[in-house]
């Protein structure tokens, strides 16, 4: 199952519809543009609920999962602990995959 998540952020960093960092995401999700945030796990607390109200608030679903480094090594991102994905199929498909694979922690 971590490959196919692999593939499909590798998949939305090459098609351009992954938008990552803090203040691209905020800025994203305000602009209606991010269809699924995911936030690593060893983000600080503060950010993670930050991020969970503004999400719940424009109803875009969201997960926690991973760590900074493997999300990092996955899309090419250093350093990076919070990601959108902007298209509507990947954010599909990247949802069913995560919540499949039971390694996560699911927030909606």
């Known amino acids: 199952m971590k490959e196919k998540i692999h593939s499909y952020l590798g998949l939305s960093k090459r098609s351009r519809n992954l938008i990552s960092g803090y203040n691209s995401c905020i800025y994203g999700m305000k602009r209606g543009k991010i269809r699924l945030l995911i936030l690593a796990v060893d ?40 990601f959108g994905i902007s298209d509507n199929n990947l954010a599909a498909a990247i949802l069913k995959e995560m919540d499949s694979s039971g390694q996560n922690s699911e927030k909606e």
């Open 43 to 82: 983000l600080t607390e503060n950010t993670i609920k930050k991020f969970e109200r503004l999400a719940e608030a424009q109803g875009i679903p969201f997960r926690i999962y991973g760590t900074k480094e493997t999300l990092s090594e996955m899309t090419g991102e250093v350093g990076r602990g919070i």
